[in-house]
């Protein structure tokens, strides 16, 4: 069985920095894509960041430039580090891991961590 486990939410100020960490467990293969979505109560869940199995990226306009997404080697773990953080930024994060396999899609959810910033 797939498991995503997020670490790294919790209280900051605005203007700081947090670190998320995804790390898997059960797979036997390498995801494809790999991702950070976020989403605040009432609404619905966004994007936030992507990476492929190549490196390639993709953030969302409301994050570029403050925040980067990486992950190493063929280990099926993903980080999101989190600069100038802004009080809207405050929502659940969620890892997320998608692709195919064998020709079937398939997509796994974290159980996500919450992050506050204060103003």
């Known amino acids: 069985q797939v498991q995503l486990v997020e670490s790294g939410g919790g209280l900051v100020q605005a203007g700081g920095s947090l670190r998320l960490s995804c790390v898997t467990s059960?797979?036997?293969?390498?995801?494809?894509?790999m991702a950070w979505y976020r989403q605040v109560p009432g609404n619905q869940r966004e994007l936030v960041s992507e990476?492929?199995?190549?490196?390639?990226?993709n953030y969302a306009d409301s994050v570029k430039g403050r925040f980067t997404i990486s992950r190493y080697g063929i280990v099926n773990s993903v980080h999101l580090q989190m600069n100038s953080l802004k009080p809207e930024d405050t929502a659940v994060y969620y890892c997320?891991?998608?692709?195919?396999?064998?020709?079937?899609?398939?997509?796994?959810w974290g159980q996500g961590t919450q992050v506050t910033v204060s103003s």
């Open positions: 990476i492929s199995s190549d490196r390639s990226t």
């Open positions: 059960g797979s036997k293969f390498s995801f494809t894509n």
């Open positions: 997320n891991a998608n692709g195919r396999w064998a020709g079937r899609p398939y997509e796994y």
